[in-house]
């Protein structure tokens, strides 16, 4: 059994990593670039787009769900998908901060940097 850490991360610090994780692999990009494109679609179709197995293409929509970024409505025989927009609120939050790194003297912002 592993140490027993203590969580001193706020709500906003754990969904911005629940998004991270989501957007992380390139199959959910695909996912939310086609959501993008189209107001929704269906789990069977996602499966046929992406060449993976329908338990894959759930395992995906899993994580997209568990971060916000998608709502899930069943039909007969296959679920509706569609993007949630406020899903991105976190990212959107975190991206906003980083233009305060501009104003700052001491940041190198020269992209050649490493």
């Given at each position: 059994?592993?140490?027993?850490?203590?969580?001193?991360?706020?709500?906003?610090?754990?969904?911005?990593?629940?998004?991270?994780?989501?957007?992380?692999?390139?199959?959910?990009?695909?996912?939310?670039?086609?959501?993008?494109?189209?107001?929704?679609?269906?789990?069977?179709?996602?499966?046929?787009?992406?060449?993976?197995?329908?338990?894959?293409?759930?395992?995906?929509?899993?994580?997209?769900?568990?971060?916000?970024?998608?709502?899930?409505?069943y039909f007969p025989h296959y679920y509706?998908?569609?993007?949630?927009?406020?899903?991105?609120?976190?990212?959107?939050?975190f991206v906003k901060s980083l233009d305060?790194?501009?104003?700052?003297?001491?940041?190198?912002?020269?992209?050649?940097?490493?």
């Amino acid at each position: 059994m592993g140490a027993i850490k203590p969580n001193d991360y706020t709500i906003e610090e754990l969904n911005f990593s629940k998004l991270g994780r989501a957007y992380a692999h390139p199959a959910r990009r695909r996912i939310i670039n086609t959501l993008l494109e189209n107001d929704f679609y269906r789990n069977v179709d996602f499966s046929n787009d992406l060449s993976l197995s329908e338990p894959a293409v759930k395992q995906h929509l899993d994580k997209l769900a568990e971060a916000g970024i998608i709502t899930t409505e069943y039909f007969p025989h296959y679920y509706q998908i569609r993007l949630n927009i406020s899903g991105f609120d976190p990212m959107f939050t975190f991206v906003k901060s980083l233009d305060s790194l501009q104003e700052k003297p001491n940041i190198d912002t020269d992209s050649t940097a490493i």
